[in-house]
């Protein structure tokens, strides 16, 4: 704690694992920070992961200190399932309007034990899970969901849509389910802005070749760390979404949507090491599963990343084969048959296995053209954020700062990295440091 008495605050938006850890350094700086999240809870990303790489430690055991940190820090101010729909001003004194949206919960009664969600009898796609399970019309996020509380989904809820039901008010003892709930606007004053809204991982539904959403033993990378995570949807065991089998060869399919001049010609820089990460765990779950990982070029660029796979190789049997995988089938029995072609060799090869998992491109988030005319920011050619090269968490707007996947796919060590740089940066201009 520093103890530097702040003449402005910060804006953060996004929280997740670069959002929480901007808001952390500089609450503990002494500068008064609001954090904008536009889902009903904090986390982001990272709290869909099972483990991380290279040390394979668990995601949400690392996150959710944190996040629990960041909720009781008495320098930040949580803003969940809202959204900046204004931004004014000038470095140093930035007038912000937040539109929080109503969850039609009391968040000072709602402890989230979920009797309300048991009871609800509508059931949709949960999105955490990426819809491999349901849940109810009001929800709880995730089990660690900060702040615990849950959420009226108000496009699906009978009553919202239909003005029927209203069972999760009569089961709700506490009392908290609260349907004349309103939107509402609040007006900020802060000195800086922090972006840092993360990621989503690209749809492949339209690349025909690799038959995603026709072939159900098809799957992406995120929906595999559901898959292997004790909380997800199958309770951590690895099976085969068509017949629940366990799978016991799983392909892993790189740069799908990446480094391709049809739709994300960059590299996005994790997918190497994540589908590592992945193999490992496949092994580790079951000593009998045989990984392939089907790649251009490996990027083992961070520090242990190069040991991390040799140590898959040596330890874990996991077999690299440089190929471009041209397209994928199904035989009788609905196993993806892998067609690719090894540099060396004149004729395509074929290999059958029981799951083949797609490494997606990083995209920039949904909305983030909007937020950036909100913003009146300049975003690059492919939707990021544009940085400049020797300032780069600097914003085309004086004062508006960048960290994390919105500038450009990075993984979690140097999201946080960024974030911290950021802090340092943004609590520089609420203090009124030099320029």
Not at 23 to 46: N, Q, W
Not at 337 to 351: C, F, G, N, R
Request: glycine fraction near 8%; charge should be negative.
């Amino acid at each position: 704690m520093l103890g530097v008495e702040s003449r402005k605050g910060v804006l953060v938006i996004g929280g997740g694992i670069a959002g929480i850890q901007a808001a952390l350094d500089l609450g503990d700086m002494g500068v008064t920070v609001h954090l904008v999240e536009k889902t009903p809870s904090i986390g982001g990303r990272m709290a869909q992961l099972d483990k991380t790489f290279p040390t394979n430690d668990c995601s949400i055991c690392i996150l959710a200190p944190k996040m629990a940190e960041c909720f009781r820090h008495p320098n930040i101010t949580l803003h969940t399932y809202s959204e900046v729909k204004e931004v004014l001003g000038v470095r140093g004194d930035f007038a912000v309007k937040v539109l929080k949206k109503a969850r039609y919960v009391k968040e000072e009664e709602c402890v989230g034990c979920g009797d309300c969600s048991v009871k609800c009898p509508v059931r949709v796609p949960d999105e955490f899970d990426l819809g491999m399970r349901r849940r109810g019309a009001i929800y709880l996020p995730f089990l660690q969901a900060l702040p615990m509380v849950m959420t009226v989904d108000r496009d699906n809820c009978l009553y919202l849509t239909r003005g029927v039901c209203r069972i999760c008010e009569r089961v709700c003892t506490r009392e908290a389910i609260d349907f004349e709930q309103q939107d509402t606007e609040i007006d900020l004053n802060v000195g800086a802005i922090v972006v840092a809204t993360g990621f989503d991982p690209f749809d492949p539904t339209g690349l025909s070749e690799y038959g995603y959403k026709r072939y159900q033993n098809v799957i992406t990378a995120l929906e595999y760390e559901r898959l292997a995570c004790a909380s997800g949807p199958s309770g951590g065991h690895l099976i085969r979404p068509s017949d629940r089998k366990p799978a016991e060869r799983i392909a892993f399919i790189q740069c799908v949507g990446s480094r391709d001049v049809k739709n994300n010609p960059y590299c996005s820089t994790v997918c190497c090491m994540h589908a590592t990460k992945e193999a490992i765990l496949a092994r580790e779950h079951d000593s009998a599963v045989q990984s392939y990982v089907f790649y251009m070029d490996m990027r083992a660029v961070g520090k242990g990343f190069q040991r991390y796979v040799s140590r898959s190789e040596e330890e874990y049997g996991i077999q690299y084969i440089r190929g471009r995988v041209a397209k994928i089938t199904e035989d009788s029995e609905g196993n993806p048959v892998i067609w690719y072609e090894e540099p060396l060799s004149p004729t395509p090869e074929k290999m059958v296995v029981d799951l083949a998992v797609l490494a997606t491109s990083l995209i920039p988030r949904r909305g983030m053209e909007e937020l950036a005319k909100i913003l009146a920011i300049e975003l690059d050619a492919y939707g990021f954020i544009k940085t400049a090269s020797l300032a780069p968490f600097d914003s085309s707007r004086e004062g508006i700062l960048v960290c994390g996947c919105c500038r450009e796919p990075v993984d979690i060590p140097e999201s946080v990295a960024q974030a911290s740089g950021v802090a340092a940066k943004a609590a520089e201009i609420a203090t009124g440091g030099v320029r």
